[in-house]
């Protein structure tokens, strides 16, 4: 086989950049070690930065994002005991976070990428 990327690891990264890729006409392939059952079933992130989420639309895979993800102007961290409220939207100018599974998210960039018949090792 021939290409001109290999990506190594189907994790969210691999799977955008392979998007980012195929949308600027760029042959690659993706190598994932674990089966794809085996990514889709680590429960990790659920915090979206804006930067990402602009991203996913931009390449495509923003639909469910925005139909299931909720959308929060502000986030609260805890220091021993007591909550701070951090104005995510007003301290960026008007950015805001959205919660959204990495797991849906890993499962809409494979989907996006099987759409394509783009490989996946
Ligand atoms: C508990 C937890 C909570 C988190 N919460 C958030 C959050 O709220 N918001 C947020 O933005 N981020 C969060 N993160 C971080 C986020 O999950 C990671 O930033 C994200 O998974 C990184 O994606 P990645 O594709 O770079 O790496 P990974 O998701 O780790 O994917 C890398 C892939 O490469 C494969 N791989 C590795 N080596 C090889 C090899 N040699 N050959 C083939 N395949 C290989 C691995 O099997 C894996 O599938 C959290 C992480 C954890 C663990």
């Known amino acids: 086989m021939r290409t001109q990327v290999a990506i190594i690891g189907a994790g969210p990264s691999g799977l955008l950049?392979?998007?980012?890729?195929?949308?600027?006409?760029i042959?690659?392939?993706?190598?994932?070690?674990?089966?794809?059952?085996?990514v889709l079933g680590r429960i990790r992130a659920g915090i979206l930065e804006q930067i990402t989420t602009d991203l996913l639309r931009e390449v495509g895979v923003g639909e469910r994002l925005d139909a299931e993800g909720t959308v929060?102007?502000?986030?609260?961290?805890?220091?021993?005991?007591?909550?701070?409220?951090i104005d995510v939207h007003g301290?960026?100018?008007g950015k805001v976070v959205t919660?959204?599974?990495?797991?849906?998210?890993?499962?809409?960039?494979?989907?996006?990428?099987?759409?394509?018949?783009?490989p996946t090792v």
Do not use: C, P, W
């Not at 042959?27 to 085996?38: A, F, K, L, P, T």
């Not at 929060?72 to 409220?85: K, N, Q």
């Open 72 to 85: 929060h102007h502000s986030i609260e961290l805890v220091f021993a005991g007591t909550r701070h409220a």
């Open 99 to 118: 919660a959204y599974g990495q797991t849906e998210l890993t499962r809409d960039l494979m989907q996006a990428r099987s759409a394509a018949a783009l």
């Open 27 to 38: 042959d690659n392939i993706i190598v994932e070690r674990q089966s794809g059952e085996y």
């Open 91 to 93: 301290l960026t100018d």
């Open 17 to 25: 950049l392979g998007q980012l890729l195929h949308k600027a006409g």
